[in-house]
């Protein structure tokens, strides 16, 4: 097969199958020449069911004997040595209006290999090509390859239509998971944020907190050019559970300065202060997170990208946290001061 030499060749691939090699089984095959049966008075159906029986032993009859409950099967079977040659059909005889008549004198006898199983997938007959990939391979960039060697012009050279190749296996398994990732990250954003108003007892804090998501995401693709991963399945798990990391702490930031507020000090020293503070608790946790997914992600290559993944927006996001968080509240403090200046001053026209 062209497609499973092309893909010995590619690097990253290894034991590939190409779904015809030792799959094959010897069979005889068999072609009647209507025109001779015709001539012996032959009927094609009687013929076929006559070497059928040679091959294929059917049960030829049930007999009862006398002290047993049940009938015991009498099949017709021919010895392996009278039918484990091709000159042994060849001189298979059938009977006829003109007498004994030889097989190959009404048919055309070949040896030949033809698959074990007939395989189909939507009603259609299909060859399944199969390979392995190495744990540092890039299942995207070789499914490319394939789409690149199998185009348009090279299908019609073997003689098949444009959708005649899918793709399945692993990598579509990543397709598939992937739309599920997406609404499982919408979800834990909603379900951080539910939390978070429960905890502040407002609706625009944790908007606030949730600042650092954002910078946590961008923060995962630097990480994964560096390591020339790619956004996989296992990767976006990874940035899934940097939802739930990354908001801690903006938490301990904003919690913190919220205090400070209630303590008599004025929002911008809080923030201040509040930075001051827990620059160490928070930068400590996320050393300790990323020194935990550390040795993961350097020596297994297949948790590699998840790993990347949290370390790489982990970073980013905790930097964001402590310059980006503490800017958008002050900037959110101003504004609400001055709504509530306006509103204030609004003349009473009652």
Known sequence: MALAKFLRKVDGVEHVRDGVTGEEIPQFRINLDRQKMNNYGLVPFLVATQIRDVFQPE???????????????????????????????????????????????????????????????????????????????????????????????????????????????QYSLDIEALDKIYFLLILAIILVYIVLVAQFNSYTQPIIIMASIPLAIIGVFPGLYITNSTLTFLANLGVVALI???????????????????????????????GKIRFRPIFSTSLTTIGGLLPLTITLSTWRPIGTAVISGLIIATFGTLVVVPTIFAFMSVLWDKILLVIRKKPNLS
Do not use: C, H, W
């Open 59 to 169: 049960e030829a009859t049930k007999v009862s004997l006398t002290g047993l409950d049940k009938s015991v099967s009498l099949t017709l079977d021919v010895e392996n040595k009278y039918k484990d040659k091709i000159t042994d059909l060849e001189n298979l005889s059938f009977s006829s209006p003109r007498g004994l008549v030889r097989l190959i004198d009404i048919a055309r006898i070949n040896e030949v290999k033809e698959l074990s199983s007939i395989n189909r997938f939507n009603q259609k007959r299909f060859i399944q090509i199969s390979a392995l990939t190495e744990d540092d391979a890039d299942n995207k960039e070789i499914e490319d390859k394939i789409k690149d060697y199998m185009n348009k012009d090279k299908l019609e050279e073997l003689g098949l239509n444009d959708d005649a190749i899918t793709f399945r296996g």
């Open 244 to 274: 739930g990391i990354v908001v801690n702490d903006a938490i301990v930031l904003v919690s913190y300065s919220n205090l400070l507020v209630e303590n008599g000090m004025s929002r911008r020293e809080a923030l201040v202060e509040a």
